[in-house]
């Protein structure tokens, strides 16, 4: 047990933060380039496909991802997330149809589907319980600020030496992940050696049943980050921005600056009050992309989306923990993110089908978005009341 007056801050914490960045910009560094690579191939109508699939095999892989942080191991999990990014960045340049790209997005999505289960998992066996909100807000700092400055190394590469060497340079940064992962200490204390059985997953080891909360409250509010990776590189150029990462960009840095307190803040007044918090600020924040036709608009947006999304998700992950038992915090983390997947294939897929190419459609998207998200506002006040009522 963690003695409560330990430092978060540590060596393997430290190393945990700076994979986990450099993992983010790996393959957040395509995002903003793919829509219009996509268009080249001759797929522009299949746009919203583009983060659907991605987050398909990434929801796919949870259970999978989950049993094997609980039982493999922590660093081992890891590192095949950022191996199939390694490995997939050599891929794209030889891909050269439509069907074989979306293939290619699907065996990508794995990535994802791994080591941010046992990243999550690493981090609540290193950081004491009360640190927990603090400990998660400081990495998923990190983690967006690799999701800050990939898509902006992205557009430059490139704008500036082609399509390929930005693919190239993805893997380059995930090399680099994997290099910190694998000279990091296993946490599981009772790890297994790895056999086939692993990878038979029984309907129990699906779902951790606990954090079904956490999970719908994660569906709704991520379907909003569907929505904006489908429509905002569209939107950017629509608006005469040149650098599609700039949004991006934007964003995160406002995010980051807010997760230096506000995961302090969960903990000490507690998840329910600041998740509730950034609901509310991330349905301003989509509303106003949707009544705003002007780059000033759109950088408030990401400004105003930034802020909200820092203060919830230290809150909502740190909940899932709490909700949890300590032996099932891989299959407890792998729920939430198979929820957020699910958020966020299905907003880009149902963006990306409204949408169809036609810009004019866009603003609609992201106010109807805002009442989704509002919706799990109103499931935490239900969630609570009922909680209360069965005490």
């Known amino acids: 047990m963690q003695q409560e007056n330990t430092s978060i801050y540590t060596l393997p914490f430290a190393l945990l933060c700076l994979s986990s960045l450099l993992f983010s910009a790996s393959f957040n560094m395509m995002i903003p380039e793919l829509p219009a690579y996509l268009t080249k191939l001759g797929g522009a109508e299949h746009k919203g496909l583009i983060i659907a699939l991605f987050t398909l095999t990434a929801g796919i892989s949870r259970p999978f991802s989950g049993k094997l942080t609980d039982r493999w191991g922590r660093v081992p999990v890891m590192a095949v997330g950022s191996i199939v990014c390694f490995v997939c960045g050599f891929l794209y340049p030889v891909i050269s149809s439509v069907a074989g790209f979306f293939l290619l997005r699907l065996i990508h999505g794995f990535s994802t589907g791994f080591k941010p289960t046992a990243t999550s998992a690493y981090v609540a066996d ?7 909100g603090e400990a998660l807000g400081m990495h998923g700092l990190c983690f967006s600020i690799g999701g800050a400055v990939g898509p902006a190394i992205g557009s430059f590469i490139a704008q500036s030496y082609g399509i390929n060497p930005m693919f190239y340079a993805s893997s380059v940064f995930a090399l680099l992940s994997i290099v910190i992962v694998m000279n990091m200490k296993e946490t599981l204390a009772t790890k297994e050696r790895f056999n086939r059985s692993m990878l038979r997953i029984k309907k129990d080891e699906i779902i951790e049943l606990r954090v079904i909360p956490a999970g719908i409250v994660t569906l709704l509010s991520y379907s909003a980050y569907g929505v904006i990776l489908t429509l905002i590189p569209d939107w950017s150029e629509h608006l005469g921005i040149g650098n599609k990462g700039l949004f991006f960009t934007a964003y995160t840095l406002s995010s980051i600056g807010i997760r230096f307190v506000s995961g302090k803040v969960a903990d000490r007044y507690g998840r329910i009050k600041v998740m509730l918090v950034g609901l509310v600020i991330i349905s301003i924040a989509v509303l106003f992309l949707g009544l705003g036709n002007s780059v000033e608009g759109l950088m408030a947006g990401a400004i105003i989306y930034g802020i909200g999304t820092g203060i919830l998700s230290p809150a909502v992950n740190a909940w899932t923990i709490d909700l949890s038992l300590p032996q099932h915090r891989g299959k407890a983390m792998a729920t939430m993110y198979i929820a957020l997947e699910v958020g966020i294939g299905g907003g880009a897929l149902l963006a990306g089908y409204i949408f169809r190419n036609d810009v004019s459609r866009i603003p609609s998207i992201f106010i109807a978005n805002s009442a989704i998200i509002l919706l ?16």
């Open 126 to 132: 290193i950081i004491p319980q009360n640190r927990w």
């Open 376 to 391: 799990a506002f109103f499931y935490i006040l239900y969630w609570q009341a009922k909680t209360k009522k069965g005490n």
